[in-house]
């Protein structure tokens, strides 16, 4: 696979990463340990480099997940963790009534560290993200322990998830920040109106989670299968009955193309993503080595300008049925 750069060259990963979410975490039960090992090795066997986790998967569980998957590979790879919720109060969109706590103090972003290099077997994080912003502790501050801790050698690179511009400027001029992790896909379009030029301006990569949708752009979900008690799908706005029947115009949509293109709806996504800009990098997330070669095959497919115009102009014109997240989530993003 070839590799693309994020942060003025400074950090080199596959053109695709993997979300690791999933084998334990937000999608059902945890999956089977043995055969998540299994899939991450054969994720790096096929090129992958880029892997992503986060303190609060599980809790914990992801990050020893990966940790231990790939230690004998670590020489190999870029494993990047997230740090800024309290994880005393359990990420649990069942629960949270007004979303689980955030905590960035400097302080806690130390511990925090200290148990993500533990869970993941490393002395070094390659690539720390602030999971999201907390309005309680200015960012100059998270930044500046971030530097501190990069001083330290315990980390490599300085990383934000869902912020707003402001907070990505202000950020990079205490620490340079490497890589912006927003969601971005074919029905979640929105940080390419001011997020996206601004990490042109500034030099930021930029990492997009689900950009399949969540599964949905895959054209293999319906409303059933997101209704486990487990899957936190069925309480975000978007997977309702509903809206899920009206977003299938979008799905409709990447399976015309798809059809032209010999490949699949899921392929088309990522590779419409990827010729958005040489520094981006997607993250999708599975638990199957189907899915996962599917989805590293669209690292091949060329999309030409003919072939973009034709699905932004069909995509603008479909209107998306639903919020990314409950209220609650919602307004711990763009801050």
């Known amino acids: 696979m070839n590799t693309r750069t994020l942060g003025n060259g400074k950090l080199e990963v596959s053109t695709l990463g993997l979300g690791c979410m999933g084998m334990s975490f937000g999608y059902g039960p945890p999956k089977d340990k043995r055969e998540m090992v299994e899939l991450l090795h054969a994720a ?9 986790t986060a303190e609060v998967y599980g809790p914990f569980t992801n990050e020893e997940l990966v940790g231990e998957a790939l230690a004998p590979l670590k020489d190999r790879v870029v494993i990047a963790t997230k740090f800024g919720f309290d994880i005393g ?7 949270a009534a007004s979303g689980p706590s955030l ?43 971030v530097k501190e801790l990069i001083g330290q050698g315990k980390v490599k690179h300085f990383g934000l998830s869902e912020p707003g ?29 001011d997020v996206l030029p601004a ?22 979900l319906d409303a059933t299968a997101v209704q486990g008690e487990n899957d936190f799908r069925s309480r ?4 309702q009955p509903e809206a899920m029947k009206a977003n299938r115009a979008l799905v409709d949509l990447l399976g015309r193309i798809a059809e032209r293109k010999d490949a699949t709806p899921a392929q088309i996504a990522l590779a419409w993503i990827l010729a958005q800009k040489p520094w981006i990098v997607p993250i999708p997330g599975t638990t199957k080595l189907h899915r996962l070669e599917e989805n590293l ?37 763009g801050r």
Do not use: C
Not at 111 to 127: C, Y
Not at 167 to 183: D, G, M
Not at 236 to 239: A, E, G, S, T, V
């Open 44 to 52: 790096v066997d096929r090129g992958v480099t880029f892997f992503d």
């Open 89 to 95: 109060q359990r990420f649990d969109t069942r629960t």
């Open 103 to 145: 905590d960035s103090r400097p302080e806690h972003i130390v511990e925090a560290v200290e148990g993500s290099l533990k869970r993941l077997g490393v002395d070094t994080i390659d690539l720390l993200y602030q999971h999201r912003v907390d309005e309680n502790v200015p960012i100059e501050d998270v930044a500046g322990t």
């Open 165 to 193: 511009v402001e907070t990505i400027r202000r950020a990079h001029a205490v620490q340079p920040v490497t890589a912006v992790q927003n969601e971005f896909s074919l029905w979640t379009r929105g940080p390419a109106a």
């Open 199 to 220: 990490l042109e301006e500034l030099g930021i990569g930029f990492v997009p989670y689900s950009p399949l949708g969540r599964g949905f752009l895959t054209g293999k």
């Open 236 to 239: 975000l706005p978007r997977f």
């Open 297 to 333: 095959g669209a690292a091949s497919i060329e999309l030409t300008p003919d072939d973009l115009a034709e699905i932004d102009s069909a995509a603008s014109k479909i209107t998306v049925q639903g919020e990314r997240y409950p209220e609650h989530l919602e307004r711990m993003t």
